[in-house]
C-alpha cells in the first residue's frame, strides 16, 4: 500500500514538474514570468520526488543526503529528458499525419517512460555504490577492496536456504605461486 500511495502521489507531481517544463520550453509561459523561473521550479520539483522516492522506498534507512547524489543527478536527467521530449512533441509530431502522428505518439511514449525509468535505475544505483563505497573499480583484472565487497555481497545473495553457507574468499597472486600445482586446480 505504501508503494500504490507514494506512486500515485509522486506521479502526480512529476506530471506537474512536465506540464511546467513543456509551457516553459515551447514559449507558453508569459513574459512576465520568465523560462528559467519555470525550468528552475521544474528541477525542484523532479528533485524533490526523487529525494522522496529514494527515501520512501528504499528498504534500509537513508538520509536525504545519502540520496541527494542519485536525486540530483536523476533530476538533471530528467529535466533533459522534458525538454527534449517537449521539443519532439512540438517538432517531430507536429508534421505529421493523424495516423502517423498517433502512432509516433506511441512509441514516442514508450520510448520516453523506458528512458525515464533507466534514468531511475542509474541514479539509484549511484546511491548504492556511494553507500556501500564500490567504487573504484578495476578494469584491468586486478583486484580492489570494492571488487571483492562486490563479489562478497554476490556470494551472500546467492544464499537460497537457511542451511546453505557461501564463504567468499580471493587468492592474492603470490599465494597461488606457493599452493601445489594439485591444490590450485581445486580451487
Given at each position: 500500500m505504501r508503494g500504490l500511495l507514494v506512486l500515485a502521489s509522486l506521479g502526480t507531481i512529476a506530471v506537474a514538474a512536465t506540464a511546467t517544463v513543456g509551457l516553459a520550453t515551447?514559449?507558453?509561459?508569459?513574459?512576465?514570468?520568465?523560462?528559467?523561473?519555470?525550468?528552475?521550479?521544474?528541477?525542484?520539483i523532479d528533485?524533490?520526488?526523487?529525494?522522496?522516492?529514494?527515501?520512501l522506498l528504499t528498504a534500509a534507512p537513508m538520509t536525504g543526503r545519502q540520496?541527494?547524489?542519485?536525486?540530483?543527478?536523476?533530476?538533471?536527467c530528467r529535466l533533459l529528458?522534458?525538454?527534449?521530449?517537449?521539443?519532439?512533441?512540438?517538432?517531430?509530431?507536429?508534421?505529421s499525419s493523424q495516423t502517423c502522428g498517433g502512432f509516433a505518439a506511441e512509441v514516442g511514449m514508450l520510448a520516453w517512460l523506458l528512458i525515464a525509468a533507466e534514468i531511475t535505475l542509474m541514479a539509484?544505483?549511484?546511491?548504492?555504490?556511494?553507500?556501500r563505497d564500490l567504487w573504484p573499480r578495476s578494469l584491468a583484472g586486478d583486484l580492489r577492496p570494492a571488487d571483492e565487497r562486490t563479489m562478497r555481497d554476490s556470494g551472500e545473495?546467492?544464499?537460497?536456504?537457511?542451511?546453505?553457507?557461501?564463504?567468499?574468499t580471493f587468492e592474492r597472486p603470490h599465494e597461488r605461486d606457493r599452493l601445489p600445482s594439485n591444490a590450485s586446480r581445486a580451487r
Amino acid at each position: 500500500m505504501r508503494g500504490l500511495l507514494v506512486l500515485a502521489s509522486l506521479g502526480t507531481i512529476a506530471v506537474a514538474a512536465t506540464a511546467t517544463v513543456g509551457l516553459a520550453t515551447t514559449g507558453a509561459i508569459t513574459p512576465a514570468i520568465p523560462k528559467v523561473l519555470g525550468i528552475t521550479a521544474a528541477f525542484g520539483i523532479d528533485l524533490a520526488v526523487f529525494l522522496a522516492s529514494f527515501r520512501l522506498l528504499t528498504a534500509a534507512p537513508m538520509t536525504g543526503r545519502q540520496v541527494l547524489p542519485g536525486a540530483a543527478l536523476a533530476a538533471v536527467c530528467r529535466l533533459l529528458q522534458q525538454a527534449l521530449g517537449g521539443v519532439y512533441v512540438t517538432q517531430v509530431l507536429k508534421g505529421s499525419s493523424q495516423t502517423c502522428g498517433g502512432f509516433a505518439a506511441e512509441v514516442g511514449m514508450l520510448a520516453w517512460l523506458l528512458i525515464a525509468a533507466e534514468i531511475t535505475l542509474m541514479a539509484a544505483e549511484v546511491n548504492v555504490v556511494l553507500a556501500r563505497d564500490l567504487w573504484p573499480r578495476s578494469l584491468a583484472g586486478d583486484l580492489r577492496p570494492a571488487d571483492e565487497r562486490t563479489m562478497r555481497d554476490s556470494g551472500e545473495a546467492a544464499q537460497r536456504d537457511l542451511r546453505e553457507h557461501i564463504t567468499v574468499t580471493f587468492e592474492r597472486p603470490h599465494e597461488r605461486d606457493r599452493l601445489p600445482s594439485n591444490a590450485s586446480r581445486a580451487r
